[in-house]
């Protein structure tokens, strides 16, 4: 069994963002998840997605309280860094259509994905200390390849192939490379299909 919600939309790269390209593969990321998921995605004439998403954490009262309670000297933990995209993306689109889960089974997520939604997830990729990717789908039952999207380009060329599209992700990178490593259990923002 194929499940790939992401074939037929677009994969938003961070290196041409606006604000801080180097380090924002989570609003991109989070882009690719929403598009892949079916979400009609908020325009703002001469600004790409992915800014706009980031200006809304950056900006928003609410995200911005969060953030605070959540960081106070500024070193915010990856896995808190969760809960305030997911907040960021709620207000984005004006609707509740994300949620931070700390703990998803693989079993759960197969299910997710194979119900038309997507996930945000981070791990150690190459060249990197932490990096999210939509993930959006995967092959046969047992999950043995996961399909994500990933903002800087194919991690399996140690990035020197900079089209991040539709990538199969071995199962054996997935638990080696996604957060908490070598767990079943990983920690996703999970995407509502629409």
């Known amino acids: ?32 998840a929403l598009a892949a998921a079916g979400w009609g995605i908020p325009i703002t004439p ?41 907040l960021g993306i709620n207000i984005w689109m ?13 079993v759960s997520l197969r299910k997710w994905l194979g119900d038309g939604g997507t996930a945000l997830m981070s791990g150690k990729f190459p060249t990197t200390n932490g990096h999210f990717v939509a993930v959006t789908g995967y092959q046969d039952d047992d999950g043995n390849d996961w399909m994500i999207k990933d903002p800087w380009g194919d991690y399996r060329t140690g990035y020197k192939i900079q089209v991040g599209n539709n990538i199969t992700m071995p199962s054996h990178d997935f638990a080696t490379i996604m957060k908490p490593v070598d767990s079943v259990y990983k920690r996703a923002i999970l995407i509502k299909g629409v």
Request: charged share 20%.
């Open 94 to 106: 004006g609707k509740e259509i994300s949620e931070f889960r700390d703990s998803v089974s693989l």
């Open 46 to 86: 001469g600004n790409q997605p992915e800014d706009d998403l980031y200006q809304v954490i950056h900006t928003n009262e609410k995200t911005l309280k969060l953030w605070k309670s959540l960081d106070p000297n500024g070193q915010i933990p990856p896995n808190q860094w969760f809960i305030v995209l997911s």
């Open 1 to 32: 069994m194929i499940v790939n919600n992401g074939a037929k939309s677009p994969n938003y790269s961070q290196r041409n963002n606006k604000f801080d390209p180097s380090g924002a593969c989570n609003v991109s990321a989070g882009v690719s």
